[in-house]
Each structure stands twice: as structure tokens, then as C-alpha cells.
């Protein structure tokens, strides 16, 4: 993916430019991100993202400080000197206080310090567009008798509560806004755990395990076992 924007031709989510030269990290951000419904466009040079983001057609910038060629804090005080209100999320790898201080002076609106999770990172996003008075992605996901509630956490099967530690919410949450969609162990790990999670992929199906207990998932299965790779959430087939 070397000096390349990769870019989904039909998503309809915010526009989320994402600024990093890290490739694992920035390949990390615009999946997990892809995935999330969101229209990211991935780029590692500092000059071709203050390029687009003078565009001025993206909803959030996420900017790593740290670029080889002209650094966040430059990139985003341009954004600011050409009058584009566009909210930045900035990615730093030091802990330092100035750097946070610069970057709010600079203009950014929030930061993020390296190692972060992936549920934080939407957290921020998630704030960022409600506070610029974007479209929230919906409160409620509902399917096969199950409510969802993003705000609340809380979840109801046929009208009675079910009580999910954060996990299996997040696991939850995953199946219903991709039906049908099979998941290998490792995205989920990446997703719900978070990119720096280091460990055994079978913490996976113990939490899907605990999960479909919890559902009172029987078969057929509403959470789909594909032996050797994942796993897939199929409403239609619940009982
Ligand atoms: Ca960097």
C-alpha cells in the first residue's frame, strides 16, 4: 500500500481523511473503519493529506504528529489559516503534555496518544461528528428479537434484559451491523480487542461462547460457527 490512497467507491458514511505514515497502524485504522461504515481515505505522506484536506470534503482528519515530510502540527494549523472548520483528531506517540497543548493551538480539536484501542478511537469519532452536527449512526440495532442500544449498552431479547459484560457487547454490536458477514477470529481480536492486543485467538470463542449462552442462542445458530475461521451473525435463521 506504499505511498497509495485506497479509497471505497460506494460507502456513504462520514469522510474520513486518516494521515499516518505508520503502514500497520494506518492499514489498521482504514479497515477498522471500513468496517464501521465510515468513507476513509488513507493517505502516509503529510503534503498529499494537507493537499486533500484542503479540499475541504471530509467530515473528520485524523493526523498523525509524526510524518516524515511535514508534521501534524504544520498540516493542521494550514487546515486552520485557509478557514476550514473540518474536526481533527490528532495521533501522537509521546505522552508529553506540550505535545497536546500544540496541537490544540495549532487547532486540532482532539488528540489520541499511541497505544490506543480501536473502541476509543470510534468513541472520539463518534463526539467529533455529533459535536460538527453530522448524522449519528443509528441508536438502535435491532434484529432476530434482539435490541441493541449504542447509548445505553443496554441489550433486550424478546423483552427480557440480557446482561453482557463490554466484550460481548462489542462482539454484539459487530454481529448485528454485519449480518451474514463471516469474521475470522483475528478481525474480531483486531476489532473488539483492539490492535495491540497480544494473545490467543481462542479468548475469541470463549466470548462468543459466553455470548450465545446469553442470547440463548440454539441451534440453528444466530451466531454461525465456521470451523477454522470465524464466525458470522445470522438473524433470519433465529429461533
Ligand atoms: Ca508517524
Partial sequence: MEGKERKLENASGPKVLVVEDEPTILEFLETGLRYEGYDPTAVQEGKRGLELALQGTFDVIILDIMLPDMDGFEICRRIRERGLDTSILMLTAKKEIE??????????????????SFKELLARLRALLRRSGHTQEPTELKAAGIILNVETREVRRNDQ???????????????????????????????????????????????????????????PRLIRTHYGVGYSFHPEEAV
Fill in 99 to 116: 505535545d497536546r497543548v500544540t496541537g490544540l493551538d495549532a487547532g486540532a480539536d482532539d488528540y489520541l496518544t499511541k497505544p490506543f
Fill in 161 to 219: 434484559s440480557v446482561s453482557l459484560t463490554p466484550t460481548e457487547f462489542e462482539l454484539l454490536k459487530m454481529f448485528m451491523q454485519h449480518p451474514r458477514r463471516v469474521f475470522t477470529r483475528e478481525t474480531l481480536l483486531n476489532r473488539v480487542w483492539g490492535y495491540h492486543y497480544i494473545g490467543d485467538a481462542n479468548i475469541v470463542d470463549v466470548h462468543v461462547s459466553h455470548l450465545r449462552e446469553k442470547l440463548g442462542d440454539k441451534p
